[in-house]
């Protein structure tokens, strides 16, 4: 097995709306912002290069939606997913499975595109398989108010209509050991329902993708929840049992939205579990 950060662009959100509750004269420490409370924001992918299959996980935002969307996102970067494929060998069409942590547009974007003609959308893995699970895609196909300008039709539909969509088993507690894809999911619901962790054995470790359970280090404080979560006391009982694991095992972290960390682990302070070491990918994965 090989891995490969992908990075499918830079983007930036408000400080406030990333940390909730949490006071900007905390969360700046970890996070500084700029002169429009906007923080930095990666879209770091993950690919998996195991045997016959290369799994994608998420997509990042794609480049199909208007500028006028994407001027409220403040892009920065020359990073893209078909760079970031080239970069280390690969073309999109080479994609085997696409596995979307949740699908909300910064995650599962870039699996829809335009067609040639720019008349439909189509997806932009043609040789893939899209992997969700059935209870979030009901949730995300049937959107709360809340969550309906994250949940984008056109980003979602095309992928049911192209009869490319799969979905995982849901497991009978937190986590599905030996998923079709072969890694463990830890399944967690604060965010968006059934939100998945994928959890990658490799040369000895595990390798978390976080996605959105830990969207950036500045968040490992147990209250330092997103105001993006729908149920930000599940966050925290999630995020407790997760950390508490992490600490336990030595988890490498892999961190999507993390601009200027890639991958740390974490460990048990008095203060609860807290960041231990940080790493590159390079360091971990050459």
Same mark, same amino acid.
């Given at each position: 097995?090989?891995?490969?950060?992908?990075?499918?662009?830079?983007?930036?959100?408000?400080?406030?709306?990333?940390?909730?509750? +949490?006071?900007?004269?905390?969360?700046q420490r970890t996070n500084p912002a700029d002169n429009n409370n906007m923080i930095?924001?990666?879209?770091?992918?993950?690919?998996?290069?195991?045997?016959?299959?290369?799994?994608?996980?998420?997509?990042g935002m794609g480049n199909k939606q208007s500028d006028k969307f994407y001027g409220y996102y403040y892009l920065w970067g020359n990073d893209s997913l078909d760079k970031s494929l080239a970069k280390n060998g690969f073309h999109r069409d080479d994609i085997?499975? +696409?596995?979307?942590?949740?699908?909300?547009?910064?995650?599962?974007?870039?699996?829809?595109?335009?067609?040639?003609?720019?008349?439909?959308?189509?997806?932009a893995f043609k040789n893939?398989?899209?992997?969700?699970?059935?209870?979030?895609?009901?949730?995300?196909?049937?959107?709360?108010?809340?969550?309906?300008?994250?949940?984008?039709?056109?980003?979602?539909?095309?992928m049911e209509e192209s009869g490319q969509l799969k979905f995982t088993a849901l497991p009978e507690d937190k986590t599905l050991k030996g998923s079709d894809l072969g890694f463990d999911i830890f399944y967690a619901d604060g965010h968006t329902d059934k939100q998945m962790i994928p959890m990658i054995n490799y040369k000895g470790k595990t390798i978390c993708f976080m996605a959105d359970l830990?969207?950036?280090?500045?968040?490992?404080?147990?209250?330092? +929840?997103m105001g993006y979560d729908t149920r930000p006391l599940l966050t925290l009982d999630e995020k407790e049992l997760f950390l508490n694991l992490a600490a336990d095992n030595n988890f490498y972290?892999?961190?999507?939205?993390?601009?200027?960390k890639e991958?740390?682990? +974490?460990?048990?302070?008095?203060?609860?579990?807290?960041?231990?070491?940080?790493?590159?990918?390079?360091?971990?994965?050459?």
């Open positions: 097995m090989k891995l490969y950060p992908i990075n499918a662009g830079n983007f930036k959100l408000d400080g406030g709306a990333m940390f909730g509750v +949490v006071p900007k004269s905390l969360w930095d924001i990666a879209a770091r992918c993950l690919l998996i290069e195991d045997g016959n299959r290369l799994i994608l996980i998420d997509t085997t499975d +696409v596995f979307m942590t949740h699908l909300h547009f910064d995650h599962c974007g870039g699996s829809i595109q335009w067609n040639k003609d720019r008349t439909d959308y189509e997806p893939a398989y899209f992997w969700s699970n059935a209870d979030h895609w009901k949730w995300a196909t049937e959107p709360n108010r809340r969550e309906k300008a994250s949940f984008l039709k056109e980003n979602i539909l095309p830990l969207p950036t280090a500045g968040h490992l404080p147990l209250p330092f +929840v972290l892999f961190l999507e939205h993390d601009a200027h991958i740390i682990t +974490v460990k048990h302070t008095e203060k609860g579990v807290r960041l231990n070491e940080n790493y590159t990918c390079k360091d971990i994965f050459n």
